[in-house]
Structure formats: structure tokens, C-alpha cells
């Protein structure tokens, strides 16, 4: 193993030492048994919330690298004086307001991680991309995927319906969608499927849905 991939793997290790990563979907129908349930997770924990405040993407205001939305990054509970002393540039926002840019912000398919520290509370609730952000750009890099929580949910194929247009395998973060040699229909990796639900947005014929895990 290289000097650089040693060092940069001690450095997730040390970052996951203070914080958890959990995948979060956002506004996705979710399939449980047929039944549609139009509840998001993550709608759950900004709803219960004391404070809500919304600012920039530290990681893409420097990178740069893709042009995706940057004002969507959330912190939740947190005093005046905290805000002010951890988050300066951040400002007090709506639930409608948060809820705005947590999907403006999956339409683009960034990936919903909510942190938290140790087993407290949720207080962070980043919108990564696989290029700009470090923490999911180094899990992806080195497959370090011990170091992000699934969601509760995981996308299901439905091979019928599928048009076999590839996006699944260009649009998902993770790498979960393994493109056919042939040209024909996908497949679905499940050990891979983090459940972020970006695949299932970005699919026209609908056919990947969303479930219970």
C-alpha cells in the first residue's frame, strides 16, 4: 500500500473517530409491501430540530469541480453563539427553506450524509459529491465504506421496465449499478447500494423503486 493511501486512510480513520456518517434520502416514494410511503427521512429529523441553519459547502466553494449547488449545507441545534463562533458564514432558516435545498440539492445527485458525533445527536446534514467533498470522495476512492451508515432503504430493479439507458450507472455515487458488456439492462449491485435514492430520480422509465431494507 502506498505512502499516500496509507496516510490519507489514517486520516478518514481519525475524522470517523468524531464523527458518524448516515446516508439520508430525500422525497423518494418508498415501496414497503406495495405501499407507498411519502416520508422522508431526513424531512423527520430536520422537523425535529430546535434550529435549523443554512450555509455554503466548505469542500465545493474550494474544489469547484462540478458546478452542483453549494448553499445546502445544513446544521441543526445550534445555539447563537455557537453558530457564530463554528459556522459564521450560516443563517437561521425555515423548515420549508431547508427542505428546499435538501432537494434542489438531491435533483443535482449529491448524496445526503447526516453526521453526528459519537452515539449523540444528528447536528450536520451535508449534500456530497464524490469530487469536491472529501468525506465521501475518500470513502469512494479507497472503498472505506465502513465509515458511512446505509440508509434505511435500498433501491429494487425492475428489469421489466427498464430501458437499459445507463444512467443508473452514471448518475449513482457509490458505484452500485454495474453497466451489462452487451448493452443490455444493468445490474444492481445491493452490497454497494447505500440508499441514497439518486438512481431512482434519475431514472425516466421509473423502473427502480424504493424499499425497506
Not at 407507498?36 to 430546535?50: C, F, G, P, Q, W
Not at 469530487?131 to 421489466?160: N, T
Amino acid at each position: 500500500m502506498s505512502d499516500e493511501k496509507r496516510v490519507t486512510t489514517e486520516e478518514i480513520a481519525e475524522k470517523l473517530d468524531h464523527y458518524t456518517a448516515i446516508t439520508i434520502p430525500v422525497h423518494i416514494d418508498i415501496d414497503v409491501r406495495h405501499t407507498v410511503v411519502d416520508l422522508s427521512e431526513a424531512e423527520t429529523i430536520l422537523r425535529n430540530a430546535k434550529t435549523i441553519a443554512l450555509g455554503n459547502c466548505g469542500c465545493r466553494s474550494d474544489e469547484n469541480k462540478c458546478g452542483r449547488p453549494i448553499d445546502v449545507c445544513l446544521v441543526m441545534n445550534q445555539s447563537e453563539a455557537q453558530l457564530k463562533s463554528d459556522f459564521p458564514s450560516f443563517n437561521y432558516v425555515t423548515i420549508a427553506r431547508a427542505l428546499e435545498a435538501l432537494q434542489r440539492s438531491h435533483e443535482a445527485g449529491l448524496v445526503h450524509l447526516a453526521f453526528r458525533k459519537g452515539d449523540g445527536e444528528i447536528t450536520e446534514f451535508c449534500s456530497c459529491c464524490e469530487c469536491c467533498c472529501w468525506f465521501l470522495g475518500k470513502l469512494k476512492q479507497f472503498d472505506y465504506h465502513d465509515g458511512v451508515v446505509e440508509s434505511s432503504h435500498i433501491a429494487r430493479h425492475l428489469p421489466e421496465q427498464c430501458v437499459a439507458c445507463g444512467l443508473c450507472v452514471q448518475k449513482c455515487p457509490f458505484d452500485a449499478w454495474q453497466a451489462d458488456e452487451n448493452g443490455d439492462k444493468p445490474t444492481l449491485r445491493t452490497e454497494k447500494c447505500f440508499g441514497c435514492g439518486v438512481c431512482v430520480t434519475a431514472c425516466p422509465a421509473h423502473a427502480i423503486v424504493f424499499e425497506l431494507r
